[in-house]
């Protein structure tokens, strides 16, 4: 092995939500030079984007915060998003890393050359870094349904993850397409102040529901004045969570998904109208999509200004929405139709050793060795990238399991132990290999179509338990990289 080149140890993070800012505070934690590049002009990822109403974390407050940083202040067990954001923006304040952050810069190319990567961004800068970390997060391209006449609509219409304020949606008649976490939530939350709502749902969903807990402010109080108390109890969802839900999740066979799909039933049948009941009701097994939680969906799609249309959407007219023949005539049209989830980097243009380029080589779905890395593309890390838990654990516990293992890696390229991270083939098509086939044991192969499929029907998420994810990340296996 050569003797180590060490050009310069700066990194750039590409992003600015939950991931990159976790990564800017480890980065100046562990002393690296670093730059964050983020597309919009504040921190927050997903959190900034989505401000539709009713917006919540359903994934519970305190195990949504990051392991270092609990917040004794949440205001419910399953807090509101603009809570969420805000939580974010504090936490990068109190670090320091805003100062670190190139807000309204995207970066459009990353070329690996002369044993560094440059770095070139939509105002033209050009620059040049030892490592790359990206940080993009996965549901952030809004996906439009691809429905005949839908640029004709003569309303406001906007997809959920662009929310348009400026219009009032009060006394309204607003159509609704999608029936995912986002359209529960809004359906919920709008259902009250319109004129009325359609909801054109193409396939029922199971709906877990949860009771509102608001924390009282001598919970608060005590969470503030006793850490242990908030790091216990943070502890103790952690375990539940990735003993419990991450580990049923990958047994199609699940006894706790039984008894949530009990959950569920129970729930639905909270439904008068047997007609309305049947349209809700699944047909496939629950979790095989990702599990939508609310506790007022049904109340509110039983109002009468609410309808549930199951017929397919022929069209979409200046007016209106066309159903095998019937015009629903609307004011203004929501999108809640998701988002393209194989992009996570791109568009941008990102060419690795010997002028490889990722489009090329994620041109039929993205994979990544253990999530982190892709062979040819040295030095370069992603934060919640292709195959991560993006299905079954907390995103933030995996993102700091990701960093943790991040900065192994680049501390044997430091010690010499490397000279450059790029992860062998062989260790790849090992990987991916192995990830295809546990993929078809889980709940999401168990007959349904969801986002969590590849082209090919296959789930993409880590298909392994908690326990393997922890220990592949705590212990890098180094003889998995090149020695070049
Ligand atoms: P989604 O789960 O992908 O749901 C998209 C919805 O649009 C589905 O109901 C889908 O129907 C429908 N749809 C798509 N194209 C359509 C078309 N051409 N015609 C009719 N219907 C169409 O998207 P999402 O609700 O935005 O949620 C995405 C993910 O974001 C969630 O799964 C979750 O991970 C995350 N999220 C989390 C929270 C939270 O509280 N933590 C809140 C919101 C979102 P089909 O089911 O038939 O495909």
């Not at 609307?330 to 998701?338: M, N, Q």
């Not at 709940?443 to 590849?454: E, I, K, M, P, R």
Request: hydrophobic fraction near 40%; charge should be negative.
């Amino acid at each position: 092995m050569s003797s180590a080149k060490q050009p310069t140890n700066s990194f750039a993070v590409i992003g600015a939500g939950m991931s990159g800012v976790l990564a800017g505070i480890k980065l100046k934690e562990a002393g690296h030079p670093f730059t964050i590049f983020e597309k919009a002009d504040r921190v927050g990822g997903t959190w900034r984007e989505n401000t539709y109403p009713g917006i919540a974390c359903d994934v519970p407050s305190h195990i949504y915060s990051y392991s270092f940083e609990l917040n004794p202040d949440w205001s419910e067990f399953t807090s509101p998003g603009a809570e969420v954001q805000e939580y974010f923006e504090g936490v990068s304040k109190r670090y320091g890393i805003d100062e670190h952050i190139r807000f309204n810069e995207a970066v459009i190319r990353c070329t690996w050359m002369d044993g560094e990567w440059e770095i070139e961004t939509e105002k033209g800068h050009i620059e040049r870094v030892r490592w790359v970390i990206a940080a993009t997060g996965i549901l952030h391209h809004p996906k439009y349904p691809d429905i005949d006449g839908l640029d004709t609509f003569e309303g406001p219409m906007f997809h959920t993850a662009r929310w348009d304020h400026d219009i009032d949606i009060a006394g309204k008649r607003i159509g609704l397409i999608g029936t995912g976490s986002s359209g529960v939530q809004i359906t919920a939350a709008v259902a009250p102040e319109v004129e009325n709502l359609t909801v054109f749902q193409r396939t029922a969903q199971w709906i877990v529901p949860n009771d509102r807990v608001v924390y009282t402010e001598e919970e608060k109080e005590a969470f503030r004045t006793d850490a242990d108390l908030l790091q216990n109890l943070h502890n103790e969802m952690s375990t539940a969570f990735n003993d419990g839900f991450a580990t049923s999740v990958i047994d199609g066979n699940s006894e706790l998904l039984d008894g949530i799909q009990e959950r569920c039933l129970e729930a639905l049948d909270t439904v008068q109208d047997e007609e309305l009941k049947e349209k809700l009701r699944p047909t496939y097994k629950a979790a095989c999509k990702r599990l939508v939680v609310s506790h007022n969906f049904y109340d509110a799609v039983q109002r009468d200004n609410v309808d549930i249309i199951t017929e397919s959407i022929d069209r979409i007219e200046p007016n209106g929405v066309v159903t095998e023949g019937e015009l629903h005539e609307l004011d203004v049209l929501v999108l809640a139709t998701g988002f393209h989830v194989d992009a996570f980097m791109r568009p941008m243009n990102i060419t690795g050793r010997n002028g490889i380029d990722l489009d090329e080589v994620w041109k039929d779905w993205p994979s990544a060795y253990l999530s982190i890395a892709v062979p040819e593309f040295p030095n370069f890390f992603m934060l919640n990238g292709p195959n991560s838990p993006v299905g079954n654990f907390s995103l933030i516990q995996t993102a700091e399991m990701q960093f943790d293992y991040v900065l192994q890696i680049v501390n044997h390229v430091n010690q010499g132990d490397l000279d450059i991270a790029v992860v062998s083939h062989e260790a790849f098509e090992r990987f991916d290999a192995e990830r295809y086939e546990a993929a078809k044991g889980t709940v999401w192969a168990t007959g349904c179509n969801s986002w969590y499929l590849d082209n090919n029907g296959v789930p993409f998420a880590w298909p392994f338990p908690f326990s393997r994810f922890r220990s592949e990340m705590e212990s890098p296996r180094l003889s998995d990289y090149e020695k070049v």
